[in-house]
């Protein structure tokens, strides 16, 4: 009787003025703890939306400090996750992250722990929603916070950074960030290493085109059984060929088609046709003389002030970042700010 006097208290007047950190004047505490444990059973029970609902009713009817209210936010993900709402899921997983990180009462261990949690949690979001790519590189690679704890953790969460880099449809924001992503790989290769990320490392330290031919076999066979990166494959491959043969170019003027079908693991007749395709859609300058079975890549020189331009991208988009993570904590700021001195307005 309890909780149906709940839910429909719930249901009818949730329209009520609230800040998100008072509680309504009509619920004693008992109330809200019979709450989550309802969502909690429900969530046990497989019924994942009234779960979610639930867990949605008690995060903004309890404060931040409440006890329940992180496990709260990590049921509400794990709600979302279970019924594939991916825009849900990943607003949650924002929430989730800016409460983990505003959390100053917990001692460093525990937030270490909890940024692992949501580093392996984060995988599901980023690996099906549409910006997932993207955000799981501003996330694991440029969060000084996430970035070390994959390196003291989970540096088996590279495996999946690389991927996202590798198969990011922005071809730009690729190659600004394939710098940073090296660096970080030489420096957990003494711990972690698996095919994909040995495979960039070959590639753009070593400058050993053999072996990336062979760990891009290999990556083949990590792809297609990895739960997460499985639907990845493709592109994984697509764009792998194209580092190989975009590093190859800047070293040869003349290269064998046949050659280059052998260091991309292709047909010379595919190779060909690839290639074909690559200077159809304006993405590389070369010609192909097919008599000689040759390709011609085009001489032209970079001048300096394209050099600087180079130089500076990187930087750029680093400083953008730095901006928007200073906009995020400001507004968090203001927000504590408001809810604070309306709290003490209320007294």
């Not at 496990?71 to 997983?93: C, P, R, T, V, Y």
Request: contains cysteine; proline residues 2%; charged residues 25%.
């Amino acid at each position: 009787m309890l909780l149906l006097q709940i839910d429909m208290k719930l249901k009818l007047d949730v329209q009520f003025s609230y800040d998100g950190e008072n509680v309504y004047d009509g619920f004693r505490q008992e109330y809200l703890d019979t709450l989550y444990r309802y969502a909690k059973f429900q969530y046990e029970c497989g019924n994942y939306s009234g779960a979610a609902e639930y867990l949605y009713f008690f995060r903004v009817l309890v404060p931040s400090t409440d006890r329940n209210a992180l496990n709260s936010l990590w049921g509400k993900l794990a709600s979302e996750i279970l019924m594939q709402n991916w825009e849900a899921a990943m607003e949650d997983l924002t929430r989730l992250r800016e409460t983990i990180d505003n959390n100053s009462v917990t001692s460093p261990l525990q937030s270490l722990q909890q940024r692992t949690w949501l580093i392996h949690w984060s995988l599901f979001v980023f690996f099906n929603h549409p910006k997932g790519r993207d955000n799981i590189i501003e996330l694991f690679l440029y969060q000084p916070q996430y970035l070390n704890a994959i390196q003291t953790m989970c540096p088996h969460i590279l495996r999946y950074l690389t991927t996202a880099i590798i198969t990011n449809k922005d071809v730009r924001k690729r190659r600004q960030v394939l710098k940073d992503l090296v660096k970080v790989i030489q420096q957990e290769s003494y711990t972690y290493k698996d095919p994909i990320t040995e495979f960039v490392e070959c590639l753009y330290v070593n400058f050993d085109f053999d072996s990336a031919q062979k760990k891009l076999r290999e990556c083949e066979s990590v792809l297609v059984n990895d739960f997460f990166l499985v639907a990845c494959l493709e592109d994984f491959i697509e764009n792998a060929r194209l580092f190989i043969f975009e590093t190859f170019c800047r070293i040869h003027q003349c290269i064998s088609i046949s050659m280059l079908a052998d260091k991309l693991n292709m047909t010379p007749e595919d190779a060909e046709r690839w290639i074909v395709n690559l200077i159809r859609n304006a993405r590389l300058d070369a010609k192909i003389d097919s008599k000689l079975g040759h390709v011609v890549m085009g001489n032209n020189a970079i001048s300096p002030y394209q050099q600087v331009i180079e130089k500076t991208k990187s930087l750029s988009f680093r400083s953008q970042m730095l901006a928007m993570n200073i906009e995020k904590k400001q507004a968090q700021s203001t927000k504590n700010e408001a809810s604070t001195a309306h709290t003490v307005h209320a007294k």
